[in-house]
């Protein structure tokens, strides 16, 4: 645990207490700090109980005697209407900041304190539409084979205050001494940059944009905005540019004179970029062309998507100073994550992947993208904003579509006379489907593909509930044979209740 000496002394009221909220409360009361600790959620409240944390209404606290609120990512800012609490802490002109803004508030506080100097701890903060979970995990695992002290959380797997702090002596990362010092590999939601007004990382990673949470946010550009600041507020911006909205912010940030590395999952003039499955940088537009690893046969990062995430973790690794060893190393030995394109099984020639973290159409369609036909698609679920509409270019991949969930008649209108589907209900029912029609595919691989496009929340509590229902459908196959699950454990790209699923 990171304890916040910030606020010693001082009040903080903490609104949310799901995993990332308890451990700010924690955080806090270990560095001196006294909390007001509230959910809207009474069993949430219960569950508190014998933890230490005190509990606090917070309708009816004395707001002039707080110093902070600590908002749950989950609780609305500012769209569609501020969370009440932020109302009150408002009108009492009291800060509202988020978790990570605590880490970021105690680094720069620590700064030459306790033998540490302010880099000893470098951070490395990563957000986008899509592929945040991903290129989050594969920084840190490329940094770990490296041999560098690792920690990774924020929107991934762990709340950023339950990491450790560096160790008291620990020296700052050098390109000269690729083995010392402490990394912090931090993924970022909108959500959690709204809410860290001083962040400031050392190296910050925008893989790209699309429009999503736009109810949360207000518009696209203010979405786009908040994207934008992490990597304006970075040291080094590696920023992806096979979208129009990052590739602005990477000309924005270039004519600023800004230290900005553009990377791409096809072919650009200049930055770090994959051509013919191999990744290449050329530092700067007139510089020399290297060729750094070759991803060609990794079942963990194919399609142009996972191509972009390696070419931004090549970038960090180059900004790192790591060899070209540690990096093919890295990249050769991914595992991937759980529900993002994970091959789970075969059933002869038929392939089964779990791509459940597709909440949205455009994340769907990169998964669409990646095999060049054969697909049996299952999608559907509580539906996003502007449907499927947008993958009309992927139908010809697509042999047939089994659609589940609240979405399926919406998803059916719009496959009517370009897809063939069927209403299947349920991924019980569409996983069978789905296999008995691959069987008589004609394709070298048919591929039985979950990439919802959808929410889970009509028939699942979560995008990875409904991953494990399909892994469990598809174990009950007969002449199935799963695959040895290497997947990075216990990571999921959200933080229960504290953050909403597939937070942009």
């Excluded at 451990?23 to 109980?49: F, H, I, M, P, Q």
């Excluded at 931090?186 to 925008?206: A, K, R």
């Excluded at 469990?472 to 454990?489: F, H, K, W, Y």
Aim: proline residues 4%.
């Amino acid at each position: 645990m990171i304890p916040i000496t910030t606020f010693a002394g001082q009040i903080v009221a903490v609104f949310g207490l799901g995993r990332s909220g308890k451990s700010t409360a924690k955080a806090l009361l270990a560095g001196g700090g006294e909390v007001y600790a509230w959910d809207d959620n009474a069993a949430l409240r219960e569950a508190l109980s014998g933890e230490g944390i005190p509990l606090v209404d917070l309708a009816n606290a004395d707001w002039s005697q707080i110093a902070a609120l600590v908002l749950a990512p989950g609780a609305p800012l500012t769209h569609p209407k501020p969370h009440w609490t932020v109302e009150l802490a408002t009108a009492a002109n009291v800060p509202v900041l988020g978790d990570i803004e605590l880490f970021f508030l105690e680094r720069h506080r620590l700064a030459g304190k306790n033998g540490c100097q302010d880099d000893a701890a470098q951070v490395i903060a990563i957000t986008g539409t899509n592929g945040k979970s991903t290129t989050t995990a594969l920084i840190a695992h490329v940094l770990e084979v490296a041999g560098l002290d690792v920690q990774m959380g924020g929107n991934i797997g762990v709340p950023i205050l339950e990491l450790e702090p560096p160790e008291p002596g620990s020296k700052p990362r050098s390109n000269s001494d690729s083995k010392t010092g402490c990394v912090y590999v931090i993924e970022m939601s909108s959500y959690q940059i709204d809410l860290t007004p001083s962040l400031q990382p050392d190296i910050g990673v925008l893989l790209n944009l699309s429009p999503d949470h736009l109810d949360r946010h207000g518009s696209m550009a203010n979405y786009f905005a908040i994207k934008a600041r992490l990597v304006e507020a970075s040291g080094h911006a590696i920023v992806g540019v096979d979208d129009e909205g990052s590739r602005e912010i990477a000309h924005s940030l270039s004519r600023k004179g800004a230290s900005c590395l553009p990377i791409s999952g096809g072919e650009i003039d200049w930055g770090c970029f994959v051509t013919d499955h191999t990744v290449r940088l050329r530092e700067t537009p007139a510089g020399e062309l290297c060729e750094l690893a070759s991803i060609a046969g990794s079942a963990t990062l194919r399609g142009r998507h996972n191509a972009q995430n390696a070419a931004a973790t090549a970038a960090v690794a180059f900004r790192l100073g790591l060899s070209m060893d540690d990096l093919i190393k890295g990249l050769g030995s991914f595992p991937g994550l759980e529900h993002r394109m994970e091959e789970i099984g075969r059933v002869g020639r038929i392939l089964f992947v779990n791509d459940s973290k597709a909440t949205n159409a455009d994340s769907a369609e990169k998964a669409l993208e990646s095999f060049s036909g054969g697909i049996f698609w299952i999608a559907g679920g509580l539906a996003k904003e502007g449907g499927i509409a947008e993958l009309a270019a992927q139908f010809g991949r697509i042999e047939k579509a089994y659609l589940v969930g609240e979405a399926a008649d919406n998803f059916a209108k719009t496959l009517e006379g370009h897809v063939a589907f069927v209403m299947s209900g349920s991924v019980e029912c569409a996983v069978a489907q789905a296999t008995a029609d691959a069987k008589l595919s004609d394709a070298r691989q048919p591929v039985v593909l979950l990439s919802p496009a959808c929410a889970s929340f009509d028939q699942f509590r979560s995008f990875e509930a409904r991953g494990d229902a399909f892994r469990a459908c598809v174990a009950g196959l007969d002449g199935v044979e799963m695959r040895n699950s290497g997947v990075i454990p216990g990571v999921t790209g959200g933080l229960t209740r504290d953050v909403a699923e597939g937070a942009a």
